[in-house]
C-alpha cells in the first residue's frame, strides 16, 4: 500500500501543508542542536519540484524516538496517510513533535 506523510503548519504568518508519498522519502536527520527532524523528499513528480524539504520541531534530545516512531508507522500503519505534523489540529504522531518550524522549502 502506498502511504504518504503530512504536515501543516498553522503559524501566523505561515499556512502550509504538503502531503507527500513517503517513496519519495530520501532521509530524516536530526539537526545539530538535536530540537528539529529535517524530511527531505526528492524525485517529486508532475512538475511540482526536485526536492521537498520539512523541518520538525522536536523536544530536545528526542530526535531518536521520533525518527524510530516515524519509520515504525511507515511500516506497519493500516491508514495509508500518517499525520507527521498538524499544527491546525495539533495533531502529532510522536508526543515529542512540538509542530512544524514555519517552513515547507519546496525547491
Do not use: W
Not at 3 to 15: H, I, K, P, Q
Not at 88 to 106: A, F, M, P, Q
Amino acid at each position: 500500500m502506498l502511504r504518504f506523510l503530512y504536515f501543516a503548519d498553522a503559524t501566523a504568518s505561515n499556512t502550509d501543508s504538503v502531503c507527500l508519498p513517503v517513496t519519495h522519502l530520501r532521509q530524516m536527520n536530526v539537526d545539530g542542536t538535536s530540537s528539529r527532524v529535517l524530511f527531505r523528499f526528492e524525485d517529486i513528480r508532475d512538475g511540482i519540484a526536485e526536492q521537498v524539504i520539512v523541518f520538525v520541531n522536536i523536544t530536545t534530545g528526542k530526535g531518536k524516538e521520533v525518527v524510530e516512531a516515524v519509520a515504525k508507522s511507515i511500516r506497519s500503519s493500516k491508514n495509508p496517510f500518517i499525520v507527521v505534523a498538524d499544527d491546525n489540529r495539533k495533531e502529532y504522531l510522536h508526543k515529542d513533535i512540538l509542530g512544524t518550524d514555519g517552513s515547507v522549502n519546496i525547491g
